[in-house]
């Protein structure tokens, strides 16, 4: 009842206004119950409706980052970055359930999103999505299917299973066949219609989502080649793309050069600032 500090951990936060995360919840279109972690920005006032950037992961139980710092982890990773520039920052659950991963995490998100709109903290007009990784697919998935989404960062990320399934390091090893195989219970040449119609790069001519697409030239899990193949693909396309490269650079931002660490961010924030905020 009566909690009292008894240590001091970075003290270095203490006069740095950080925002508070709570729980939200809602239902998914089929019904399911979801939560999600929503990290407030530092200058949050009760009443005021804040530009939102979805933090998305395919697969991932996002309510559970809710105590931990930043959300989504330490140093390059938390989104505390956001918080204290003035964006409310949602961790959504969105578990992928079947053959189906496009639409479920259409079916999970975006009530989320309506939600966060719902208790009037997330201003409707002003929403951004972003991802690493998986994260990165669940990007380019979210905004081939709706255009909900006033800008939108994939880093890392993959637009066609297909040609991630043929992926050969130097080595010889592969990696982006398991997740698949794993996910649609065989290889493409049982599951053709599934590796295909969950394929974003297959429906590029429906995004109308500015799109910053970032890649490590190194990476070993999601090779460059495949946001090579997503930014040709919208430019030809006509659609407004930015694709920054990192040389010399593997999968993870936490395993990166410093400078591009602040690179990186410093390319995301100008990007979500462009698109959801006034004009200064």
């Known amino acids: 009842q009566n909690p009292r500090q008894l240590t001091r951990i970075n003290p270095i936060f203490e006069d740095i206004a950080l925002g508070a995360s709570r729980l939200i919840e809602w239902k998914s279109i089929d019904g399911q119950r979801l939560r999600g ?5 530092s200058e949050y006032e009760t009443g005021k409706r804040y530009p939102l950037i979805v933090w998305v992961y395919g697969g991932d139980w996002g309510s559970n980052r809710v105590n931990r710092f930043g959300l989504e982890g330490p140093g390059v990773n938390n989104l505390q970055l956001l918080a ?4 409310t920052v949602l961790f959504p659950d969105a578990p ?6 496009m639409q ?4 999970t998100v975006l009530p989320g999103v309506n939600k966060a709109i719902e208790i009037e903290i ?3 007009d002003r929403i951004g999505v972003m991802g690493h990784s998986y994260g990165g697919y669940s990007v380019l998935a979210l905004i081939v299917q709706t255009t909900r989404f006033k ?9 066609n299973l297909l040609s991630h399934y043929g992926f050969m390091r130097r080595d010889g090893s592969t990696y982006g066949m398991h997740g698949s195989e794993g996910r649609f219970g065989g290889t493409p040449w049982q599951f053709r219609h599934e590796y295909i119609e969950n394929s974003p790069a297959f429906y590029l001519d429906r995004v109308q989502t500015p799109l910053l697409l970032t890649h490590g030239s190194l990476d070993n899990a999601v090779p460059s080649f495949l946001a090579d193949e997503i930014f040709v693909g919208l430019r030809r396309l006509e659609k407004e793309v930015v694709y920054v490269k990192y040389e010399g650079e593997t999968h993870a931002p936490a395993d ?3 400078s591009n ?6 390319r995301v924030i100008a990007w979500f600032d462009e698109h959801l905020k006034p004009p200064r």
């Not at 972690?37 to 920005?41: N, Q, V």
């Open 37 to 41: 972690a929503l990290l407030l920005p």
């Open 84 to 87: 204290t520039r003035g964006y």
């Open 96 to 101: 992928l359930q079947g053959k189906t991963p």
């Open 104 to 107: 479920a995490l259409m079916k």
């Open 122 to 124: 997330a201003d409707p």
């Open 151 to 159: 800008a939108a960062v994939s880093s890392a990320g993959s637009g």
């Open 256 to 258: 990166w050069t410093f």
């Open 261 to 266: 660490q602040v690179d990186f961010w410093k």
